[in-house]
Nanobody, 123 residues
Framework: QVQLVESGGGLVQAGGSLRLSCAAS????????MGWFRQAPGKERELVAS????????YIANSVKGRFTISRDNAKNTVYLQMNSLKAEDTAVYYC????????????????WGQGTQVTVSS
């Protein structure tokens, strides 16, 4: 029943900015955390940011800290990932995910996933 649809990906020049959106529908009331992951070819899937659905607490991975921010608009059932000062190494497929746990920094306990959106940063 849960659907997570990412949008906002595309091609951007290094140093530029991009904002990803995740439109959620059918989320169970038990969902506590929304997260953004990314995966580049040949690399492990990486949790880049997460936010508590109701409390507003957030986690930002060290690799993107200071450049990325996560936010959510509960009224719109939407989660955002604002990406600034983009680097070539940020190129990846970015996935939105949701889980029923409040473990913000944990990456292996997500229950629902979107299909992903491609972000390509050119040099």
């Amino acid at each position: 029943q849960v659907q997570l649809v990412e949008s906002g990906g595309g091609l951007v020049q290094a140093g530029g900015s991009l904002r990803l959106s995740c439109a959620a529908s059918g989320l169970p009331f038990s969902i506590l955390t929304m997260g953004w992951f990314r995966q580049a070819p040949g690399k492990e899937r990486e949790l880049v940011a997460s936010v508590s659905w109701n409390g507003g607490m957030s986690y930002i991975a060290n690799s993107v800290k200071g450049r990325f921010t996560i936010s959510r608009d509960n009224a719109k059932n939407t989660v955002y990932l604002q990406m600034n000062s983009l680097k070539a190494e940020d190129t990846a497929v970015y996935y939105c995910a949701a889980k029923t746990r409040a473990t913000l920094a944990s990456s292996n306990d997500y229950n629902y996933w979107g299909q992903g959106t491609q972000v390509t940063v050119s040099s």
